[in-house]
């Protein structure tokens, strides 16, 4: 899937994923473990952890977290290519 994407860095903990009160979970976002560098997709149906284990996902407890912190998860958002934009911002000339 990451090959047909591109990722958006989207801030750090769970505010970035814009959800209010916690981890929001949806397709499309992607977790990256600032220790080891693993990207995690936000499938909340899957169990997954990363390479060095700090950062986890229990699909079954619903649980997500990372034993540095939430501070230590940086947010993702997979743009597809086709959809990325090069132009320049629009702004309204007079
Ligand atoms: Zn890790």
Request: glycine residues 12%.
């Amino acid at each position: 899937m990451l090959e047909n994407n591109d990722l958006e860095y989207l801030g750090n903990g769970p505010a970035a994923t814009g959800t209010s009160g916690g981890w929001g979970m949806r397709q499309g976002l992607y977790f990256k473990c600032t220790s080891c560098g693993y990207f995690m997709p936000a499938d909340p149906q899957a169990y997954d952890d990363c390479f060095c284990g700090r950062m986890y996902k229990d699909a079954d407890a619903g649980r997500f977290g990372s034993s540095l912190g939430d501070t230590e998860i940086e947010v993702y958002r997979a743009v597809p290519h086709q959809q990325r934009s090069h132009r320049p911002a629009h702004r309204d000339e007079h």
